[in-house]
């Protein structure tokens, strides 16, 4: 079973995160974890949690997710995991320094369940 940590300071947007990927939970193909401060998120990976697959936001009071993206890309047990943005920043600079970081996608906000669901499988390679 894939790990999948979302990251997002809106319970809203955590919530529509979990229901597009309900069919993923319900197959057993996946498990979630979500986190509204990606503070806790990244206290939990540094003490050695490993994830298959991390989702942020990029704009959250606490953190932004490209610092938080930059610091998991240091640790040796996450640093090759992909890591999506799930964002409604999408200027050029912003989006260069997600890539630049390492990010293996950007999802622009608003954002269908389709849409969010097909990222999922993509980069986890499930069916």
């Given at each position: ?5 979302f ?6 947007v955590?919530?529509v995160a ?8 319900a ?29 942020t ?6 953190m ?8 998991l ?16 920043e ?8 997600g ?12 954002f ?10 993509r980069?986890?390679k499930?069916?």
């Amino acid at each position: 079973m894939k790990k999948v940590i979302f990251v997002d300071d809106s319970k809203t947007v955590l919530m529509v995160a979990k229901m597009s990927v309900k069919e993923l939970i319900a197959s057993k193909q996946i498990e979630i974890q979500t986190f509204e401060n990606p503070l806790e998120a990244l206290k939990l990976v540094e003490g050695g949690y490993t994830y298959d697959l991390l989702i942020t936001d990029i704009n959250m009071p606490q953190m932004s997710g490209l610092e938080m993206a930059k610091r998991l890309k240091s640790l040796n047990n996450v640093k090759l995991k992909p890591i999506l943005a799930l964002t409604t920043e999408k200027s050029p600079e912003i989006i260069n320094r997600g890539k630049e970081i390492g990010l293996a996608g950007w999802i622009v906000k608003p954002f269908t369940e389709q849409k969010l669901l097909m990222g999922v499988k993509r980069v986890l390679k499930l069916r």
